[in-house]
């Protein structure tokens, strides 16, 4: 356990509140703090429904250091399980595909789409071995508007609870609608609380961001908090035919809807379109997004045009925060650095998720010292 101020797990209100401390996006330790207390015990998107629509098409990832699946069984439900095989550890599967059964690609035990183990080559003289006793090990997963959540510990929160009422607020745009078109993945130098740090205010839109802040109504841009989610809403200024800042063909509201989801999920909501952020640690100081698209319309020749204008303006942008965050990352990093202050017009969500990251450290304290007395 890293060392841990207790002033610093003490959440204040926004006026009055400063940043968490440079340490904790810098040292390796709360690297692993991270991993055991935030992402382990949190709820983390593996993939959306469409994705996966028939029985044996799965996805894999890896989150929080650990190999996991989801895949579609022959009675159509979807389950999540470690990637892992319960032989000698190996893998069942490499990349999101399509397959009759899960085979190990080491010594090909084969398990059924449900997890059972069925086929085990050469085993038969192994005595008290029981096939039934070695199905993969199961993972916690809630399906919501299509999206896919496991968690690979205890949840420390209720899933409904990074939701709320999401789907009431977006109408009539609906997430299960989308179909799954493309996934980018960014490599990013710095720590993963930096890269949702930035994410989570419009503060920097003026300075990094100047050509969308010229398409967005930033005097109407808020900030609204829920319990592990919060949202950042702008209506739309008038942007030209072609930008996916515009108002919906079917004369739906030119508005932006970016949720963030605790602690390391972003929908980013434009008229006919979903992109999913998924921010995994990698290092202290080394982060992988991935930029998922899915669309409501993926078929017309005027639908590939607007994907392939969207993923082309996301990526522009997404190279202005890159930037961004590594050079904070240098400055988080400096000896001249420790602690910083809000804006309380514009930083509300990034409060927010600092101190859900403060109740989290806080609980692994706890925990920490429950087993320290027993001990
Ligand atoms: S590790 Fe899977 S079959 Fe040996
Ligand atoms: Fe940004």
């Known amino acids: 356990m890293p060392p841990l101020e207790p002033s610093d797990l003490e959440p204040r209100p926004l006026v009055d509140a400063e940043t968490i401390p440079a340490d904790w996006y810098v040292d390796a330790r709360f690297h692993d703090l991270d991993r055991v207390a935030v992402l382990a015990r949190s709820w983390q998107l593996v993939g959306h429904a469409s994705q996966i629509p028939e029985p044996g098409d799965l996805l894999c990832l890896t989150v929080a250091g650990e190999p996991i699946l ?26 999101d595909g399509k397959v009759s059964a899960l085979r190990c690609h080491y010594h090909g035990w084969t398990y059924a789409l449900d997890g059972r183990l069925r086929g085990v080559p050469e085993m038969a003289e192994v005595q008290s071995f029981r096939r039934e006793d070695f199905g993969l090990v199961p993972l916690t997963l809630v399906e919501w508007e299509g999206l896919l959540f496991v968690c690979l510990d205890d949840a420390e929160s209720n899933p409904a609870d990074l939701w709320g009422d999401i789907p009431g607020r977006i109408a009539p745009q609906s997430l299960a609608r989308s179909s799954f078109v493309r996934r980018v993945r960014y490599e990013i130098g710095c720590n993963w609380k930096v890269y949702v740090d930035n994410f989570l205010e419009g503060y920097h839109l003026p300075i990094v961001h100047p050509e969308l802040c010229k398409l967005l109504d930033y005097r109407r841009y808020v900030t609204e908090l829920g319990t592990a989610h919060s949202l950042q809403f702008s209506p739309f200024l008038d942007a030209g035919a072609g930008s996916p800042y515009r108002a919906g063909d079917d004369g739906a509201d030119g508005r932006a809807f970016y949720y963030f989801l605790w602690p390391n999920t972003m929908l980013n909501i434009l008229p006919g379109r979903l992109q999913i952020n998924r921010v995994l640690p990698l290092a202290s100081d080394r982060t992988e997004v991935h930029f998922d698209y899915l669309y409501e319309d993926t078929g017309s020749p005027k639908a590939e045009a ?3 204008a969207d993923i082309d303006y996301s990526d522009r942008v997404q190279q202005e925060d890159v930037e961004i965050c590594e050079l904070v990352q240098r400055g988080l990093s400096s ?41």
Do not use: M, W
Request: with cysteine; glycine share 12%; aromatic share 8%.
């Open 70 to 95: 989801a895949v579609r069984g022959e009675d159509g439900r979807v389950r999540g399980f470690f990637n892992v095989c319960r032989h000698r550890g190996g893998p069942l599967a490499l990349q």
């Open 306 to 308: 607007r994907i392939a």
């Open 335 to 375: 000896r001249a650095y420790q602690r910083g202050r809000f804006s309380a017009k514009r930083e509300s969500g990034v409060h927010h998720f600092q101190n859900l990251l403060r109740a989290a450290y806080a609980r692994a304290v706890d925990a920490e010292t429950k087993r320290a007395d027993i001990g």
